[in-house]
């Protein structure tokens, strides 16, 4: 079945770049996204990316996709501590008209002033 | 602000009772999606309605159900609640082809 991993915390100082990591398992994935939720909120769609494509920029946001490692990254520059948060990965295949996503459990992002 | 509403933002009940969560999608989206937050399960795909129809099924319980309204609008019953079933629970709207779906603030949903 399909499967997104990432690793449970991040810490970072204000200014230095975040990675956060994720993996996946399925092959037949045709999107893949990044939410943003801060306490108490709901989830903020933060970017996507295609998996015909290789990276995409916006803003202070970077993904970057391996498909053959099945690895996705998302790169905040310069984060700031309104970037404290947790970021889930989502994938969604493209089966039947569904796209459901499939979440990973999420990366808490820790920013210290 | 995402454009998808839901109501009520909380809700406290208790257990073996039934509750009604409510959802509105952005305008001009057909499909909704039911997610349902947890501490021990994460983030998990409930069910998927597009305009009117079922479309796709998640890991729902049998003592939950939903239906989308000719107005597009959704509502996700939850029966026979138990202690476990506390949870925040999101709705997500997207339109048909790329389906980018935005999520709603979600409904607090406390079984005591």
């Known amino acids: 079945g399909e499967d997104v991993e990432q690793s449970l915390f991040l810490s970072v100082r204000e200014g230095d770049s975040s990675v956060i990591n994720c993996t996946y398992t399925?092959?037949?994935?045709?999107?893949l996204y990044w939410y943003k939720q801060e306490p108490g909120a709901g989830l903020q769609l933060l970017t996507y990316?295609?998996?015909?494509?290789d990276m995409k920029q916006d803003q202070r946001l970077t993904v970057l996709l391996n498909k053959k490692d099945k690895h996705l990254s998302l790169r905040i520059a310069d984060t700031q501590t309104g970037d404290s948060a947790i970021y889930f990965c989502?994938?969604?295949?493209?089966?039947?008209?569904?796209?459901?996503?499939?979440f990973g459990k999420g990366t808490k992002l820790s920013v210290i002033p | 602000d995402s454009g998808v509403t839901q109501t009520p933002k909380h809700l406290i009940t208790a257990t073996g009772q039934r509750v009604t969560l409510r959802c509105s999608p952005r305008s001009g989206d057909l499909s909704v999606y039911w997610y349902q937050q947890s501490l021990d399960q994460g983030l998990q795909f409930l069910i998927q309605y597009y305009n009117g129809e079922e479309r796709a099924k998640g890991n729902i319980l049998e003592r939950f159900s939903a239906q989308q309204f000719p107005d597009l609008h959704s509502e996700l019953n939850l029966s026979s609640l138990e202690l476990g079933d506390s949870a925040l629970y999101f709705c997500?709207?997207?339109?048909?082809?790329?389906?980018?779906?935005?999520f709603g603030p979600g409904t607090r949903l406390l079984v005591l």
């Open positions: 989502a994938e969604t295949g493209s089966g039947a008209g569904s796209y459901q996503l499939t």
């Open positions: 399925d092959s037949s994935s045709t999107y």
């Open positions: 990316i295609f998996s015909n494509m």
């Open positions: 997500a709207s997207g339109r048909g082809g790329k389906e980018t779906q935005y």
